[in-house]
């Protein structure tokens, strides 16, 4: 099992950057595919956000993230990022991140989930 722990949430304006981070404890990071998924407020389910294969090679983006956000990882350091910028109001949402053993960006497929990190963008 791997333990998951998200860090780097806030409150920032519209147009600005957060940097948020998941550290891993446990099995090591480096056995898992990554995903960022996220739950804006009033919405049931989660949306996937951004994936990043095993290795960091293969990374994949849902659409509203593309060109905004950046998802990477140091296996050495077990931790995952996504550096998000030119943020949105309709970017608020709780942010979570999950390991899957297959490459996925498919919300049932991730089977570790951390508890989540605020992010709120005022307009």
């Known amino acids: 099992q791997v333990q998951l722990v998200e860090s780097g949430g806030g409150l920032v304006q519209a147009g600005g950057s957060l940097r948020l981070s998941c550290a891993a404890s446990?099995?090591?990071?480096?056995?898992?595919?990554m995903g960022w998924f996220r739950q804006a407020p009033g919405k049931e389910e989660r949306e996937f956000v951004a994936a990043i294969s095993r290795s960091g090679v293969n990374t994949f983006y849902a659409h509203s993230a593309k060109g905004r956000f950046t998802i990477s990882r140091d296996n050495a350091k077990n931790t995952v990022y996504l550096q998000m910028n030119s943020l949105k109001p309709e970017d608020t949402a709780v942010y979570y991140c999950?390991?899957?053993?297959?490459?996925?960006?498919?919300?049932?497929?991730?089977?570790?989930w951390g508890q989540g990190t605020q992010v709120t963008v005022s307009s």
């Open positions: 999950a390991a899957s053993t297959s490459l996925t960006i498919q919300r049932a497929d991730y089977d570790y």
């Open positions: 446990g099995r090591t990071l480096s056995s898992y595919v």
